[in-house]
């Protein structure tokens, strides 16, 4: 390496990502050599704001800290909130919220396909799954009454009840992606525009996967048995039968594999709730005031696991709410994935963890000194030196 | 993936042609709020729950009237689903934008003999 390398950054706006985000590659000829990235642009001050809401309007905005997993994001604060409460929500609640979901991981999974094969120029498959994710976004509004922000869930059960007319929908809708899906994992095991793009690229050795602390599909896509539904059950999970899917790849094809796969997990577990859905209330009344304490709440949002932490204090607002998104997560494991890697093969690597930066910046987060790790002998000068200058 | 593209070389695009065909929204789907005046008691429940703050009171109790600014609404439903005598309903109405944030405020007013008799008649109780 007699040559300097070249420094070339990468957003924060590019016409990859449709979100902001900032990574400064080190290149050298075309394999980079490592990564810097720096997120933050999409900050919102979401949890100031959770701050000085009620519980009942709180609601609401977590819901829109990601459009995406909205129902994960509530979920979780629902039952940080339901545990500092004291009370258990009926079965029939906990059965629709298991229902509500696993549809919303079909519709992120069917999402990320389209996304990844936009990523890799392929138009067609990318149509065509948007397309049939409409079939499941259709649902979900007939469900919920809205195809993004569903507000189901709420402090003590859900909104709404799913009546026999919408389970009968529902099963037909899940027929059609289910055969769908099939028919995407085919062409994704026999195309090869898909596995010369794929296969062999973003490796993660389960090694460093649980070093650098991936979550979720990039996780289970090297072989690591790990899902928060099965290791640390919450809502109806512990009582719905289901695998977790892992691959030994880990690479992007592995985490392809992965997501199709528990389309076809979440299909079997809403047949299964469906067909056991309790009868009963669907919601329990709950004070407006709740009493001091403090809960962490997990949940396996359909892009990792997903942390809450809630802090109140007798009145009807929090005092501290603190979210830990899956995206930042895994963002150390995917500046991993990047180094060694081509230049053309950094969108689809950073697609392939279904990155939500949304997610990641609601609070002012640099990271940058920390990644020592995976500079190369003599880089960390010149990186100081480049900052130096940079300042100036 | 060729046959599948040769088979749809025959169907009709999936999407709809919007502004001239229409997709009717599900039966629940939360559109444009309304209230109704003659039910509605006054309580402030929906104005204090509101997320957003899209709901403006004016006057209290059986005299209040409603502003709902329509360019801040979630229609997340919170003031349907709080409201004790359900004067609140998600309508259907879904086309809702304007190039004007001035028209998107819509008043909620009580008919004059209307509030004239509740107002008679709370002062009776």
């Known amino acids: 390496m007699s040559y300097p390398t070249i420094r070339i950054p990468f ?3 590019h016409p990859f990502h449709i979100e902001p985000e900032y990574f400064m590659f080190e290149v050298d000829g075309e394999r980079v050599v490592s990564v810097t990235p720096r997120i933050g642009y999409v900050h919102r001050g979401i949890e100031k704001a959770i701050e000085d809401r009620t519980f009942i309007q709180n609601l609401y905005l977590i819901e829109r ?9 509530t979920t979780c604060y629902t039952q940080a909130i339901e545990e500092i409460l004291g009370v258990e929500i009926p079965p029939r609640a906990r ?9 919303e991981r079909i519709h992120n999974h069917y999402l990320w396909l389209g996304l990844a094969a936009h990523e890799i120029g392929f138009e067609t498959l990318f149509m065509y799954t948007w397309r049939d994710r409409e079939i499941v976004m259709d649902l979900l509004e007939m469900v919920s009454g809205n195809r993004v922000h569903y507000a189901m869930n709420t402090i003590g059960g859900v909104r709404r009840d799913i009546t026999p007319e919408i389970v009968e929908k529902i099963r037909k809708g899940l027929d059609a992606l289910e055969e769908r899906m099939r028919y ?43 899902d928060v539904r099965a290791d640390d059950p919450y809502i109806a999970y512990d009582e719905i039968p289901f695998n977790v899917i892992t691959y030994d790849g880990c690479d992007v094809i592995s985490r392809l594999f992965v997501r199709c796969d528990e389309v076809f997990e979440s299909v079997n577990i809403i047949r299964y709730a469906m067909d056991r859905l309790p009868e009963g209330k669907i919601r329990i009344k709950v004070p407006r005031r709740v009493p001091e ?16 932490y809630a802090k109140t204090n007798g009145t009807t607002k929090p005092e501290r709410y603190k979210v830990r998104s899956p995206t930042l997560g895994n963002i150390p494991s995917l500046c ?20 939500c930066f949304s997610c990641t910046d609601r609070m002012a987060f640099v990271n940058v000194n920390n990644n020592k790790q995976w500079i190369l002998s003599g880089e960390e000068l010149r990186r100081y030196a480049i900052k130096w200058y940079q300042k100036e | 993936m060729v046959r599948e593209l040769l088979k749809h070389l025959l169907k009709r695009p999936a999407t709809l042609k919007y502004p001239f065909e229409k997709r009717p929204p599900f039966k629940g789907f939360r559109g444009r709020p309304i209230w109704d005046m003659k039910r509605c008691t006054g309580c402030e429940l929906c104005y204090k729950d509101c997320p ?47 190039y004007d944030r001035a028209e998107m405020i819509i008043e909620f007013k009580r008919e004059e003999k209307a509030s004239k008799n509740l107002s008679r008649s709370s002062k009776n109780v």
Do not use: W
Not at chain 1, 65 to 70: E, L, P
Not at chain 1, 293 to 308: D, T
């Open chain 2, 52 to 98: 957003s703050e899209a709901i403006e009171m004016i006057g209290k109790g059986l005299e209040a009237e409603f502003k709902h600014h329509l360019d801040r609404c979630l229609f997340c439903g919170q003031c349907e689903e709080v409201c004790p005598v359900n004067a609140i309903t998600m309508t259907e109405e879904y086309e809702l934008a304007s």
């Open chain 1, 11 to 13: 957003g924060p706006q």
């Open chain 1, 65 to 73: 800290i990601c459009g995406i997993c909205s129902n994960a994001h």
């Open chain 1, 95 to 103: 059965f629709i919220r298991t229902i509500i979901a696993e549809l």
């Open chain 1, 184 to 226: 995407y994992k085919k062409i994704a095991m026999t195309e090869p525009t898909i596995s010369k793009r794929t296969a062999g690229i973003g490796i993660l050795k389960p090694k460093d996967a649980i070093a650098l602390c991936a979550v979720g599909p990039t996780l289970r896509a090297s072989g690591i048995k790990r």
């Open chain 1, 293 to 308: 304490g403090e809960a962490v709440s997990r949940v396996e949002a359909p892009r990792g696991e997903l942390i809450h």
């Open chain 1, 336 to 355: 991993k994935m990047l180094v060694g890697g081509y230049i053309a093969d950094i969108p689809i690597i950073i697609a392939g963890i279904d990155p």
